[in-house]
């Protein structure tokens, strides 16, 4: 009986404390719109490190990464016991993309896009892995 109560007890914790890294990552998301705004090529690299897509037209670029627990991008992989071939994914569910306008050099906007949340209470938090880096107390 002590057991299972004690059980119960620390998966209460674990989901707790799951959910207090999601708002976290979900108030830096929240956050890097308005820090990283005026930040320069320079300092995005340095956060961020070089974007997985890059689109310019006239001053204007784009830079896009991926982010999703972690993990980032698309993994797949192939299963040949009998010959025959079975591909997965390992990819959540949940992701975001980033894009970082930038004008004449430094950051003028932040926009996410995807499926950015993984509950109703941590809007964008897919979005904090990429960012965590530059909003930084």
Not at 76 to 82: A, D, E
Not at 100 to 127: R, W
Request: proline share 4%.
């Amino acid at each position: 009986m002590f057991f299972t109560r004690s059980l119960a007890a620390l998966l209460a914790l674990s989901i707790a404390l799951a959910g207090c890294s999601s708002l976290r990552r979900s108030d830096d998301a929240a956050a890097a719109k308005t820090r990283m705004l005026g930040m320069s090529r320079e300092e995005v690299l340095s956060c961020m490190g070089p974007p997985k897509k890059k689109s310019s037209e006239g001053t204007t670029e784009v830079w896009s990464y991926l982010s999703a627990d972690g993990h980032g991008d698309y993994v797949g992989s192939t299963y040949k016991p009998t010959g025959y071939s079975l591909t997965s994914s390992t990819h959540d569910k949940s992701f975001c993309t980033v894009n970082i306008v930038m004008e004449e050099g430094s950051v003028k906007a932040v926009h996410y896009n995807g499926p950015t949340s993984t509950t109703l209470f941590s809007k964008d938090d897919q979005c904090g892995f990429a960012i965590a880096n530059c909003v930084e107390p």
